[in-house]
């Protein structure tokens, strides 16, 4: 069953792993940074557009993201600013399994609302 070895052992991308990667200063931080940087497009503001965008990305072993992915998609206006802001973020802790950093794909949700003043 284990497909894994079809894979370079370093490329592979693991879902669960011993120590999963964090956002330094941990959940609520990486949330507070999202929110402090993501930049509601003005237009699907104008629009109404709001809802929930499901992104995936890879925590590489040095704690940097690539492979950003949305996984539910509202409008591309947000899924595209989605796709902004999380490639902006500092590097993570890594993942590691077996006491070594590995690539470990991380799945995020975020929820672009506005309340009509």
Excluded: C
């Amino acid at each position: 069953e284990d497909y894994g070895r079809v894979l370079d052992a370093e490329q592979k991308v693991y879902d669960k792993v011993e120590t999963m990667p964090s956002f330094v200063g941990g959940q609520t931080a990486m949330f507070r940074w999202i929110s402090e940087h993501l930049q509601y497009p003005e237009e699907a503001m104008n629009k109404g557009i709001k809802g929930r965008v499901i992104a995936t990305f890879v925590v590489e072993k040095d704690g940097s993201i690539t492979d950003i992915e949305i996984v539910k998609s509202v409008h591309p206006l947000l899924d595209n600013e989605t796709i902004r802001v999380l490639g902006t973020m500092p590097k993570w802790i890594p993942g590691t399994q077996d006491g070594s950093p590995v690539r470990v794909k991380y799945t995020v949700p975020l929820t672009y609302n506005f309340t009509e003043e």
